[in-house]
């Protein structure tokens, strides 16, 4: 079984920068691929991206897209989502979650076996 930790969340002005990680560990051989999903209470699960921990391709959905980065650094086993020019709809609870495997067709939350349990980012006016 792998367990995730998110950490980074926080408070942040609209327009401003945060840097998201997610930590892996337990059965991180069998880990291929990671992302990051967000919820609100007025909303069901979003995915955000994900990304291959072989090849490092990724995807995003198109609220984020040009704006977030995720990455990853496998010595660390840690995954890291940079999200710049945040705005008030992207406060959310953000969920780490990862995978077997990896596809560019990944972004439902039934495709992904595990999950954190969240981080908080709060976007202010």
């Known amino acids: 079984q792998v367990q995730l930790v998110e950490s980074g969340g926080g408070v942040v002005q609209a327009g401003g920068s945060l840097r998201l990680s997610c930590a892996a560990s337990?059965?991180?051989?069998?880990?291929?691929?990671m992302g990051w999903f967000r919820q609100t209470p007025a909303k069901e699960r979003e995915f955000v991206a994900a990304?291959?921990?072989?090849?490092?391709?990724?995807h995003y959905s198109d609220s984020v897209k040009d704006r977030f980065t995720i990455s990853r650094d496998n010595a660390k086993k840690t995954m890291y989502l940079e999200m710049k020019s945040l705005k008030p709809e992207d406060a959310a609870v953000y969920y780490c979650?990862?995978?077997?495997?990896?596809?560019?067709?990944?972004?439902?939350?039934?495709?992904?076996?595990?999950w954190g349990q969240g981080t908080r980012v709060t976007v202010s006016l």
């Open positions: 337990g059965r991180t051989d069998m880990l291929y691929a």
């Open positions: 979650v990862g995978d077997d495997a990896y596809s560019s067709g990944k972004k439902y939350p039934a495709d992904f076996k595990d």
């Open positions: 990304i291959s921990l072989l090849s490092g391709n990724s």
